[in-house]
């Protein structure tokens, strides 16, 4: 198994043994300072991977773009998350990266186009991105830890 890969998957479930004793109320709540919530930290982190990986890469997402938009960089909460809604971003933070750990190494990565993010990491194939990821998580887990405190 990838060790970045491997670092996506600890630090998700990680997350969920976060938020697992949170309501939806707690979720969704935007403390003053902040703005956003949880539960748009966590859906971030789904939509933020498709579109490093997938997207960048010229290939189909594994969440529908309604969901991608929501929760894509530069977005902000728009609406009260569901109980639903949240149990299935619970469950794609980790069937997301179990499907990346099978489709990694096909030939639609192998194409991936070089590009600057917005910390200013070049990156030039998909592992480059692996290697950006959990950099980027981490910064959201930072963000949702602070959030827990005031929520």
């Given amino acids: 198994m990838n060790k970045n890969i491997e670092s996506l998957k600890a630090t998700r479930k990680f997350l969920l043994k976060v938020i697992e004793d949170l309501s939806p109320e707690q979720l969704n709540k935007i403390p003053a300072g902040f703005n956003n919530n949880i539960i748009w930290n966590i859906a971030h982190l789904v939509a933020s991977q498709q579109g490093v990986c997938y997207k960048r890469a010229g290939l189909e997402l594994l969440v529908d773009g309604d969901f991608f938009n929501q929760y894509k960089p530069d977005s902000k909460p728009a609406e ?28 639609g990565f192998k194409n991936y186009p070089s590009w600057i993010t917005r910390y200013g990491v070049e990156l030039n194939s998909i592992d480059d991105a692996l290697t950006f990821l959990p950099f980027h998580e981490g910064l959201h887990v930072g963000y949702i830890m602070a959030l827990k405190r005031v929520v």
Avoid: M, R
């Fill in 80 to 107: 009260y998350v569901s109980q639903t809604e949240i149990e299935h971003i619970k469950i794609i933070l980790i069937t997301t990266i179990d499907q990346f750990e099978k489709d990694y190494g096909q030939e």
